[in-house]
């Protein structure tokens, strides 16, 4: 029995038999992938249209605007070694807004990331967080779920690129923050005037790119946070 | 031959995986901190947990010994995909908050260890009841802990429950308590541990007075005396 299990032909057998279990196995991974292809697609884009729709007004919501979409070349200022995407919003055939993906890295518990529309003053209409893994309770009061205050960014507009009014009240700025956590407001309010400065600087190249990232890669984009 | 009713034993409370074998300790503390997602990782460990068990116990004559081990492991990593695809296409934002505990279903002990220690010895219907079992405890136990950890930390119970069952489920929610100070330890990691102590220690205190209903405590003597001293 010992010897028979080292030899060659049965090392083979062996050899032969795992891999057609391992085939069997693959098969039926691509075979739940193919079926649940289109259904994934389908929540990623619910997604981002409810994530739109929370930070455009209804009337520049319309059925391409997941097209019209830029991958961008990473910026420190959008606070992320990954590509992150910005959709334009029309409204008459005309670019009135951009939607970046932003990301605040240092939050307390690590990124923040958020949807962050502005229109082309760079006067921000408003921002959601998208994900975060800020504290309960204390952080988490930057999600529009247990409170209004990410709505506080809406309205507001930078000045110059050091405006110090961009700042939590603490540090002597407009936005107020949460007792007991002051770093998840900051990280907040850094990422959004960071993005906003990064608009300033790049919104005519933007809007002279070609759409890139439309669908799959914008999909694959986003498989990566 | 199979005693189901022991195995159902087994699984719920005699060597219930998570209370009492102590077994993927991990996702159980990590995810508890509302009651959907412990329901959401319970239900996916105990498919998972099953459909392991009925495929190891039916190839358990085609698989030599040699390769017994890898093989479990593909079967059960092809079956955690598929039920990771699949949360991920149906009930996406529980996906989300679940996030990286989906995927390390794969290593949780309590799959491989009843695939080895079970299935692959018995018959296709006993380790099917014993997959369904296990799942079962560990996912009661992960059902508790939510719940409490819900109901101290946020003061709610069931929700956000439209994650796991489509929009009906909103009205599922029930506000238990409504302050400005919250338990809010219970939500965070130390209150996963301190609950969980609670709840072995429960279980033991439970064990032990039926014990001693069935006979009298004589055996603890000695050992309160040796304390005292």
Not at chain 1, 2 to 24: C, D, E, H, Q, Y
Not at chain 2, 107 to 114: A, L, Q, S, V
């Amino acid at each position: 029995m010992k010897s028979s299990s080292t030899s060659p032909r049965s090392i083979m057998k062996l050899a032969l038999s795992l891999a057609s279990f391992g085939f069997v196995a693959t098969s039926l991974v691509v075979a739940t992938h193919w079926a649940t292809k289109e259904a994934i697609e389908q929540q990623r884009k619910q997604q981002l249209i409810k994530g739109f729709s929370q930070v455009l007004p209804q009337n520049m919501l319309d059925q391409n605007l997941l097209e019209r979409c830029i991958l961008l070349e990473q910026d420190p200022l959008l606070g992320s070694d990954q590509k992150k995407s910005v959709w334009l919003a029309k409204e008459q055939d005309k670019v009135v807004a951009m939607v970046f993906q932003t990301t605040a890295p240092d939050g307390y518990n690590g990124d923040i990331d958020l949807l962050l529309a502005s229109d082309l003053t760079q006067k921000v209409l408003d921002v959601r967080v998208i994900s975060h893994k800020e504290t309960p309770g204390l952080g988490d009061r930057i999600d529009i779920r247990k409170s209004d205050w990410i709505k506080s960014f809406s309205e507001k507009s930078l000045h110059e690129s050091n405006d110090s009014r961009w700042a939590v009240t603490k540090d002597g700025g407009m936005f107020d923050g949460f007792t007991g956590a002051t770093i998840t407001p900051r990280a907040v309010v850094k990422a959004v005037k960071n993005t906003l400065v990064y608009q300033g600087m790049h919104q005519s190249e933007i809007l002279e790119q070609a759409y890139n990232c439309g669908d799959d890669s914008m999909l694959k984009d986003d498989q990566d946070d | 031959m199979t005693n189901f009713a022991a195995i159902a034993n087994n699984g719920l409370w005699k060597n219930n995986p998570g209370i009492v074998q102590l077994l993927g300790l991990c996702p159980l503390l990590a995810v508890t901190n509302s009651t959907v997602n412990a329901i959401g990782l319970g239900l996916a460990t105990m498919v998972v947990l099953l459909a392991s068990n009925i495929t190891v116990s039916m190839i358990r004559t085609k698989v030599t010994k040699e390769i017994r081990i890898p093989v479990f492991v593909m079967v059960i990593a092809a079956f955690v995909t598929c039920i990771e695809l699949l949360m991920n296409a149906y009930t996406y934002e529980l996906y989300l908050n679940l996030g990286i505990f989906i995927p390390l279903i794969v290593t949780n002990c309590i799959i491989i260890g009843r695939a080895e220690a079970f299935a692959a010895k018995n018959t296709v219907k006993a380790a099917a009841f014993d997959g369904l079992m296990m799942g079962l405890g560990f996912g009661l136990v992960l059902l508790i802990l939510g719940m409490v950890r819900e109901v101290l930390g946020a003061g709610t119970l069931f929700a956000s429950m439209d994650l796991l069952l489509g929009d009906w489920a909103k009205q599922l929610e029930i506000v238990v308590y409504q302050s400005d100070h919250k338990l809010l330890l219970a939500v965070l990691p130390p209150g996963a541990f301190l609950v969980m102590g609670f709840l072995i220690a429960a279980k033991n205190a439970i064990d032990k007075a039926l014990e001693s209903r069935s006979k009298p405590a004589v055996i603890l003597e000695p050992i309160n005396h040796n304390e005292q001293t």
